[in-house]
C-alpha cells in the first residue's frame, strides 16, 4: 500500500514538473523551437501559420501609475529574443468588452516589460496602445482603427525599440520608439486580454519574425 501511495506521488510530481516546464517543438513557422506560457490561456491553438489565443474572464497586464497596483494575469506565449529582432502580425480581436485586446508583447522580468496592443476602448472599435513598463506602467493612446483587424510590427536594434503599425502590412507608421535600459535577455510573443470583460479572442495571421536588426525610424 506504502508503496503504491509512494508510486502515485511520485508520478503526480512528475506530471507537475512537466506541465511547467517550457514546451518545445516549432509553434509557429519559423520561430525559435522552444516556447512557455506565462499564465495559461483558456485556449489556445497555431494551425497553417495563424496562432489564436483566448483569455479568460478579468485578464491583464499592467502596474498602475496612480497607485502601484498590479495585475498579471493575461497569458503570453514567449519565445526566447536574440539580441537583434523583429517580429510582426496582422491582429484580429473578437472586441466585445472595455480593453479586450490582442498584442505583441516582450518581456525582461516581472517588473521591466512591454505590450503593444490592438486595444478596444469601448468594446467596439480598436485603437493602437502601447504599455511600457519600467517599475510602473505608462498608457500610451493613439491612433483609431476602423474594423477589428490591423498589422502591427516590433523591432529591436541595440537597445533601441521601435513599434508600427499598418493597414495593409506594406506601408509602416512608426508610433512610438524607447528604450528598456542595459542589455538583458529578452522574451518576445503574443498575448490576449479582457481587463473588464469575460474573456476575449485575439488571431494572430500573416506572422513574420527575424533575428536581424531593421534600419531606425523606418523599419526597413
Not at 520608439?177 to 535577455?185: H, M, S, T, V
Amino acid at each position: 500500500m506504502r508503496k503504491a501511495l509512494c508510486v502515485a506521488i511520485l508520478a503526480a510530481l512528475s506530471l507537475s514538473a512537466v506541465a511547467q516546464s517550457p514546451s518545445s517543438g516549432s509553434v509557429l513557422p519559423g520561430f525559435p523551437q522552444a516556447f512557455r506560457w506565462r499564465n495559461s490561456p483558456v485556449d489556445w491553438g497555431a494551425k497553417d501559420g495563424v496562432l489564436t489565443i483566448r483569455s479568460a474572464a478579468k485578464t491583464d497586464w499592467y502596474i498602475a501609475a496612480i497607485d502601484g497596483q498590479q495585475s498579471a494575469t493575461s497569458p503570453l506565449l514567449l519565445f526566447l529574443a536574440p539580441k537583434d529582432f523583429w517580429f510582426s502580425a496582422k491582429i484580429t480581436v473578437d472586441f466585445k468588452s472595455q480593453f479586450d485586446a490582442g498584442a505583441l508583447v516582450v518581456y525582461a522580468d516581472e517588473k521591466n516589460w512591454f505590450k503593444f496592443a490592438f486595444e478596444s476602448q469601448n468594446g467596439k472599435t480598436g485603437t493602437i496602445v502601447s504599455v511600457v513598463t519600467r517599475g510602473l506602467s505608462d498608457d500610451n493612446t493613439g491612433t483609431a482603427i476602423e474594423g477589428n483587424s490591423v498589422y502591427l510590427k516590433v523591432s529591436k536594434t541595440g537597445q533601441a525599440i521601435f513599434l508600427y503599425f499598418s493597414m495593409d502590412g506594406k506601408k509602416w507608421n512608426l508610433t512610438r520608439a524607447f528604450n528598456l535600459g542595459p542589455e538583458q535577455q529578452l522574451q518576445f510573443g503574443f498575448s490576449a486580454q479582457s481587463p473588464t470583460g469575460a474573456g476575449s479572442t485575439a488571431a494572430f495571421s500573416e506572422i513574420h519574425y527575424k533575428p536581424e536588426a531593421l534600419k531606425p525610424w523606418t523599419g526597413e
